[in-house]
């Protein structure tokens, strides 16, 4: 505390020094004059957990999406809901370009509510290599691979149906192992007389060689003629 003291003339020491004795003169007293008060301890609150993201909390389960799906697949479509269906018009998936080599990597189709699209489900039912179809029909619809025919450059068959023709792009056969020449609506099932687009020659069966005419030493008895049948006899 800092301490204050008036300051007096003599005179007044005398006057006030008969009244107040030995308790001194009220200037003796000290005057406490208080500083500062001490600033408050600061508290500092204990860390709040993170709160959850938005996408961990929100996401459902994945039994929940492919119930969702199979549930959507199995809901009656409407006319214009089936005209959508038949329209790659969906944004495409970009592919990672690969310099040199072609991939191996299987591939199933990711869009849901397009005639190409399947469930896991459907898929995992399916052969080897009817899954492997379904691989080159996804990459076709979906990703930048896939090219568009329009006009007279569809296959027969999407002409005859008025359908849209997708195939592989010349430079998108070349990031694919075996990719094939058919569209995509051809692979999902032969049509009659096979894609037109596609460059595979159709195997065909070897008949075998007719039978040409059997020679007659097949009927031709072993050994000689018999005794008296053209021969001269000696009479004894």
Request: a positive charge; proline letters at 11%; glycine letters at 10%.
């Amino acid at each position: 505390m800092a301490r204050v003291r008036s300051k007096r003339n003599d005179d007044d020491d005398d006057e006030f020094g008969g009244i107040f004795g030995g308790f001194g003169r009220p200037e003796d007293i000290d005057d406490e004059v208080p500083g500062p008060a001490p600033a408050p301890a600061f508290h500092v609150p204990p860390a709040r957990p993170p709160a959850p993201s938005l996408a961990t909390a929100a996401a459902p389960p994945a039994a929940s999406l492919a119930a969702a799906a199979a549930a959507a697949a199995a809901a009656p479509l409407t006319i214009g809901a089936f005209d959508a269906a038949q329209l790659a018009d969906q944004t495409r998936f970009p592919w990672a370009w690969a310099p040199h080599g072609k991939t191996r990597e299987s591939y199933a189709p990711v869009i849901t509510g397009k005639w190409w699209s399947r469930t896991d489900q459907e898929l995992a039912g399916m052969s080897a290599d009817k899954r492997r179809d379904w691989g080159h029909i996804g990459r076709i619809m979906e990703t930048e691979l896939g090219e568009r025919m329009d006009g007279d450059e569809r296959c027969a068959a999407c002409r005859e149906r008025d359908q849209e023709c997708w195939v592989y792009s010349k430079k998108g056969a070349q990031q694919v192992s075996r990719p094939g020449s058919t569209c995509a609506r051809c692979r999902v099932v032969s049509r009659a007389g096979g894609c037109s687009l596609s460059t595979r020659r159709p195997t065909r069966r070897r008949t075998p060689p007719a039978p040409g005419p059997q020679s007659l030493a097949a009927y031709k008895p072993s050994g000689g003629p018999p005794p008296g049948a053209g021969g001269s006899a000696i009479a004894a």
